[in-house]
């Protein structure tokens, strides 16, 4: 019932990525943005801040819950979609396109292959 | 232990509600959206299942003195079909619950019906017992939480909506806090001009187990305890259990900012505290602020003044759907406490800049 789109790859935590060119593009799944309700608040890095793949990131509010989130790879945010701040329903209505987080250049693109295929993204959330 | 279930359960489940945990049962906290279920209470009319708020019947002669000695407003004020916010405070005068007592019609003697919040009803049924028998009182105090369900429609549509479902009641006649019996849908319920929303409504008890005729007859938006929680900060109102707690947040009346249900001219357990502390002055009051800063101020945060040193804390908050704002109460010293006075709200070990402000928040 949740969209889960096979063009990317996913995190245990809801997290997905997916590459543009040579940047990695990250946000958070359709199941995700369902459990949390209506977002009102997200708090990302910025342009050149480091990520480690599997550590916090930033955090994601919704009126009734404060989710932290977790980086899929490794690498530089080479971009932050700030729209976010002043729109944060984004996130609710379109998870997967205008309510993307965050562009990184990856330090490791083997970390890439460590993510969760969408088969197996599905599997955990059925 | 099991949650226990409102009776309206899979209703609800059927519905699409998420369910959260609150005062030991398991209630509907959303049905599709939290913001849009506020929306409608604000803009038109919505409905609650408040099944899991407490009811308490108290009767027989002394009905009245058991009344006046465990709360602490006036009972012998209200007239038949009248009700009043009241707070039930312990020796020291600090809030154990608060309560809405409503007069029952007359069964020859007085009889009195108070809602504590979901939970305590056992609680408040052994300190109802274990003071009358203390005090060699004759009053009956039954337990009846879960022979009524309860339903709040809230909302500027919430006469519209109760009216045509109870359409012989007259309900436009009756003013805020004022209740009847009433045959909604063939049903005979207590239906009170109350709630907890700053919205014009109606808070409708009806028998547990008609409970699905009445709902169904009431035309409203299901809301569940999300928007109600973000209904009620909008207005500033307490939070039994978070904006005060006998053990986590001790708070007398005075410094909770409902002094107004505290009547020192009657006789009550915790009165001569109380008094002792509203001739001193509090220390502490309960405020609103807004934040200047973007975030989402919580339970728990810490609020610092604009040095950085911490004075107090936050009780509830949330990103107000209303405003898009970030609002929250909380506990602060009473030097901090005039509108327009900076603070800063600690977010995750971050300062963000806010501003007193007393609610309502809203007009």
Not at chain 1, 16 to 32: H, K, L, P, Q, Y
Not at chain 2, 24 to 30: A, C, L, R, S, T
Not at chain 2, 37 to 44: D, F
Not at chain 2, 151 to 177: H, M, N, W
Request: aromatic content about 10%; glycine content about 8%; proline content about 6%.
């Amino acid at each position: 019932m949740f969209e889960i789109p096979d063009d990317r790859k996913y995190l245990e935590s809801h997290e997905w990525a997916t590459t543009e060119g040579d940047a990695v593009r990250i946000g958070i799944s359709d199941f995700a943005q369902d459990e949390l309700g209506d977002v009102v608040f997200v708090e990302l890095p910025a342009e050149g801040d480091e990520l480690a793949a599997g550590e916090e990131f930033g955090v994601v509010e919704s009126i009734k819950a404060v989710s932290d989130l977790y980086a899929p790879i490794s690498g530089t945010v080479t971009a932050v979609n700030e729209e976010l701040f002043d729109a944060p329903e984004l996130l609710n209505d379109d998870p997967y396109g205008d309510g993307w987080m965050l562009e990184a250049e990856p330090a490791d693109e083997s970390e890439f292959d460590d993510l969760l295929s969408p088969e197996e993204y599905r599997e955990q959330t059925e | 232990m099991g949650l226990r279930k409102p009776p309206l359960y899979d209703v609800h489940a059927d519905a699409g509600a998420t369910f959260t945990e609150f005062g030991g049962w398991d209630m509907p906290v959303e049905y599709d959206s939290i913001k849009a279920e506020h929306a409608a209470v604000r803009e038109s009319v919505g409905i609650f299942d408040v099944s899991h708020m407490s009811e308490l019947e108290v009767s027989g002669p002394d009905a009245t003195a058991l009344m006046q000695r465990l709360t602490t407003n006036d009972v012998t004020a209200l007239e038949p079909g009248d009700s009043q916010y009241s707070a039930i405070v312990n020796d020291e005068g600090v809030i154990v619950d608060d309560t809405v007592v409503y007069r029952l019609p007359d069964r020859d003697e007085r009889v009195y019906l108070f809602i504590p919040n979901a939970g305590h009803d056992e609680e408040m049924f052994d300190r109802w017992t274990s003071f009358r028998d203390e005090w060699g009182l004759d009053a009956t105090v039954e337990n009846v939480t879960e022979e009524w369900a309860m339903f709040a429609v809230q909302g500027p549509d919430a006469l519209d909506s109760v009216t045509d479902a109870a359409p012989d009641a007259a309900l436009g006649d009756r003013s805020k806090f004022q209740a009847t019996f009433a045959d909604v849908a063939g049903v005979e319920c207590w239906v009170a001009r109350t709630g907890y929303t700053g919205e014009d409504g109606f808070e409708v008890l009806c028998p547990w187990d008609d409970a699905e005729t009445v709902w169904a007859a009431l035309d409203a938006t299901p809301c569940g305890l999300g928007s109600r929680d973000t209904l009620r900060m909008e207005m500033g109102y307490l939070l039994s259990g978070q904006d005060f707690d006998p053990e986590t947040e001790p708070r007398t009346p005075y410094e909770a900012g409902i002094g107004f249900v505290v009547d020192l001219d009657t006789e009550f357990v915790g009165r001569d505290a109380l008094e002792r502390q509203r001739e001193a002055g509090v220390d502490e009051t309960f405020v609103g602020f807004t934040l200047l800063d973007r975030g989402v101020p919580r339970h728990g945060y810490d609020i610092a003044d604009a040095d950085g040193e911490v004075i107090g804390v936050v009780t509830s908050g949330t990103m107000s759907p209303t405003l898009s704002e970030p609002i929250g109460l909380g506990y602060v010293p009473v030097e901090y406490a005039d509108d327009e006075t900076e603070i800063s709200v600690l977010v995750r070990g971050r300062e963000k800049r806010a501003v007193i402000v007393t609610p309502p928040f809203i007009n």
